[in-house]
Each structure stands twice: as C-alpha cells, then as structure tokens.
C-alpha cells in the first residue's frame, strides 16, 4: 500500500473511483505524512475528492469526538447512516462518505493530475522512471464523458496499454501501436457477450462485447485480457 506510486482512474463511474478514498485513508492511516499519492483521473474526480474529504460545513448530524492531533489507525465501526433520510442518494452517499473520512481526523495526501495532462506532468514522470517505465501515452475514448485509456512503455521492452470502460474506438489500436511489438499486452473491457441482444446493449451503454475487444487486439498482435 505505501509503496504505490500513483493511481490512475480512467472515468467517474462508481466501480471505477469509490475504492479510492478507502485507499487514500488506509495509506494515511498506515503512514501519517507520508509523500502524496500521485491520482491521475478526470476531472470530475478533483471535485469529488475536495467534496469528500473537506469535512462538510453544514451541521453535522453525528457528533464526532473532539479532534486529536495523533490520527486513529484502529479500524473504526462502520459510520452510522444519517438519523434522517435523503431523497436523494447522491446527498446521503456524499454525507456518508464525509463521516468517513472524517471519523479518521486524518489528512489524506494526494496530489491531483488530470488524464490529458498526465503525459507532461513532472510528478507523474518522476513516478514512471522509479516503476521503470520510460513512457506513458494517453488518449480519450468512447464511454463517459472524460473517459480516458493509458499506455505504458517500460524500459525492459513490453508494454502496457489500458482501456478503461470503452467502445472499440481508434484511440485505444492507436495506443497499442505505439507500443514497442516486442511484448505488447492490452487489458480491454469486454463487458457483454457477443449474441445480438448483448451486442446491442454493449452499443448503447458504451461498453464492448469479447469479440470486439479480440478484433481491437488482434490485428497489431497484442496479447489480450479482458476486464471490466
Ligand atoms: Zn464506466
């Protein structure tokens, strides 16, 4: 966990960025100020960090104990739910995971880079030559809006290229191809199978099935995995 370097968020959906504030607090918990995270992601990700982290202004509705300068690393009970319900679960999902951040009076340390800016980013390159990797490419591809792939040349020769959530788009083949070809592997969402009614659900949610991830990998030769 202390050795992580830096963490990279391709688009702001939930099963791609909720993780990252347990992250944040269990290196701050391991290490109070400890070195930032380098977090690389959309820009939409800066705003719900400073959102969750910053403790919330209005009243609070749990009293939480007087605030100490030594941080609590022991587990702490699952955070109470607020005592009066939201109508809207995006308030009452923020409001929890304010309490829980809270409840570590922790800082947690990172420091933000967005996806388009990664490549010329001199924390991020600095991070990229300790793990080895002599390059690092970006592009922007068919999902959410700020959705973004990677690619990651390291300096032994194979490389790395990661879609994020996708359509097959050009912006991913081209990443791929500026890879070296002597070990090229690319992790591809393929989140639907391929029969008719699946294929078209891959369509409209912006998502890929398993042969076109293959039909993405293929033609230039790279080794495929898929994820989602
Ligand atoms: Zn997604």
Not at 45 to 74: A, E, G, Y
Not at 153 to 171: A, I, K, M, N
């Amino acid at each position: 966990m202390l050795q992580l370097e830096l963490c990279w968020i391709s688009h702001m959906h939930a099963d791609h960025h909720l993780g990252l504030l347990h992250l944040l607090e269990m290196r701050a918990a391991l290490k109070p100020n400890g070195p930032p995270l380098v977090v690389v992601g959309p820009q939409a990700l800066q705003r719900w960090l400073n959102l969750t982290i910053i403790p919330d202004p209005s009243p609070s509705p749990s009293p939480s104990p007087s605030p100490s300068p030594s941080p609590s690393p022991s587990p702490s009970p699952s955070p109470s739910p607020s005592p009066s319900p939201s109508p809207n679960p995006n308030q009452a999902l923020q409001r929890w995971l304010r309490t829980a951040a809270a409840a570590l009076h922790t800082p947690l340390y990172f420091r933000f880079v967005h996806c388009g800016a990664a490549p010329h980013d001199g924390g991020v390159g600095m991070a990229m030559r300790r793990l080895g990797f002599e390059r690092l490419a970006i592009s922007p591809v068919v999902h959410s809006f700020d959705a973004w792939a990677i690619a990651l040349q390291h300096r032994e020769g194979w490389g790395l290229v990661y879609s994020g959530d996708t359509r097959p788009c050009e912006g991913v083949v081209r990443l791929g191809r500026s890879l070296r070809p002597k070990a090229r592997i690319l992790v591809h969402e393929a989140t639907f199978d391929d029969n008719p009614g699946m294929r078209r659900e891959a369509e409209q949610r912006k998502h890929s099935t398993v042969a076109e991830a293959l039909e993405v990998a293929q033609p230039d030769g790279l080794t495929l995995t898929t994820d989602h």
